[in-house]
């Protein structure tokens, strides 16, 4: 399927944004662990959490969380703690998402999980028991998911459980996230030093939980409100101070004329005139927001260079290798340095002629690419359904901005 979008002249709208994925499967593992007292209330109903509802409730053998990154490497922890023997798996990207490090610790630590098909990669074979050991070490630079998996099963272990990260931190904000509702929902859990977390041994509570709107969701409106010549938008559900490291987004943005005033549980974009020359930014901890801020600079004419990307290599596409072609398509030639850094210092090729923008299976092109509409008369994109692993309304929400979806 593929759609063309039309932006309106200008866009003044109030956006109900979903709820935070990251925030609602961290809760949906922590309140499995706990004693379920409580319902929580206002999680995402994209599909990443919808599937890890659906593993936690519907009591199958094998588990299919199909492109969850979150679900594959949580659930992959809490099934080693919890009795019985599943398989889990995921769509064929999922099986090429690396999960080696998280195996390795949870295997040292005595889990018993087998690879199915490749070593190193699901699906895997889990049978749950109680672990023993309470002292781990790991690399923490290729996913912090690893690390947040293993932090949320260590208070029901024995002695809780001390790990020492190795190598640079990767994306710290979501560990950070992840000890956040640890803490709130009665465990104890810290770091102790840069690279030294400490959990101890003791049980979650369940509490009233309501989830917050998606900051990373929020970064496309950021961006449909910095490429347009009129808009204010309102976004409700976000707050200034956030469990989300992703609301760095609203920082960055002021950088390219986008002012947030947050009040009555709400955030109000509003343009302002003062833009960068440049930008330079290291998206180590923001990853997910990298794919905005390559198409926001280029479209607005922004030359950057954005390092600290190294992960994007092993998200649910290649994202530094389908940045520089879908930007090439639009007639900007970006340049990759090291597997981790893009830049791009103003160098133009000829536009494709009737491009559209393909998108790998990945909600995060389809969604960052669609605000290009604002500066060039139309914006076509394939396979746009992609948006319903994190934003299932995301087209719903355009048209309700006056934008044009028509499906051709
Ligand atoms: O823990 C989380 O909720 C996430 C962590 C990040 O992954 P990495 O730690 O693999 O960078 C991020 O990209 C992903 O969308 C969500
Ligand atoms: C990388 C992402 O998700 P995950 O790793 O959880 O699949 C994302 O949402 O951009």
């Not at 343009?271 to 330079?280: C, P, S, V």
Request: glycine residues 6%; contains cysteine.
């Amino acid at each position: 399927m593929q759609i063309k979008v039309t932006a309106p002249a200008q866009i003044y709208t109030t956006i109900q944004l979903p709820s935070s994925k990251s925030i609602s499967n961290r809760a949906l593992i922590i309140n499995a662990l706990g004693n379920r007292t409580f319902q929580l209330e206002n999680l995402s109903d994209c599909d990443d959490t919808q599937v890890m509802i659906h593993a936690l409730n519907d009591g199958k053998n094998t588990i299919d969380i199909m492109a969850a990154g979150t679900a594959m490497r949580f659930l992959t922890a809490y099934l080693s703690v919890t009795p019985g023997t599943r398989i889990i798996t995921g769509t064929q990207r999922m099986q090429q998402r690396p999960i080696q490090v998280l195996v390795n610790a949870l295997r040292e630590l005595g889990a018993e999980i087998e690879y199915i098909i490749n070593d190193g990669y699901p699906p895997l074979r889990i049978t749950g028991h109680k672990l023993q050991k309470d002292t781990i070490s790991l690399p923490g630079n290729i996913s912090s998911q690893y690390i947040s998996a293993l932090l949320m099963i260590a208070p029901i272990l024995s002695n809780g459980l001390a790990l020492t990260l190795t190598g640079e931190i990767i994306s710290r904000p979501y560990i950070n996230l992840t000890l956040q509702l640890m803490n709130d929902f009665g465990a104890k859990a810290k770091w102790l030093n840069e690279y030294q977390l400490k959990v101890e041994p003791q049980p979650y509570q369940s509490i009233p939980f309501y989830v917050e709107s998606d900051w990373s969701a929020a970064s496309y409106w950021y961006q449909i409100a910095a490429l347009s010549n009129k808009a204010e938008i309102i976004l409700p559900g976000l707050f200034e101070t956030s469990y989300q490291g992703d609301s760095k987004v609203a920082e960055i943005f002021q950088l390219l004329g986008i002012e947030s005033i947050y009040g009555n549980k709400m955030v109000t974009l509003k343009k302002t005139d003062k833009i960068a020359e440049r930008l330079d930014y290291d998206f180590i901890n923001q990853p997910d927001l990298a794919q905005t801020f390559v198409v926001t600079c280029a479209l607005m004419n922004i030359p950057f260079r954005f390092s600290g990307l190294q992960s994007l290599k092993i998200k649910e596409t290649d994202r530094i290798t389908a940045l520089i072609k879908e930007m090439g398509k639009l007639g900007y030639i970006l340049h990759e340095i090291d597997d981790r850094i893009l830049s791009w210092e103003g160098e133009r090729c000829e536009m494709t002629a009737d491009a559209a923008i393909d998108t790998y299976e990945d909600h995060r092109m389809a969604m960052a690419f669609a605000p290009v509409c604002v500066v060039m008369p139309e914006i076509r994109i394939n396979n746009p359904q992609v948006v319903s692993k994190s934003y299932p309304y995301y087209w719903e929400d355009l048209k309700k901005a006056g934008f044009i979806i028509e499906e051709i």
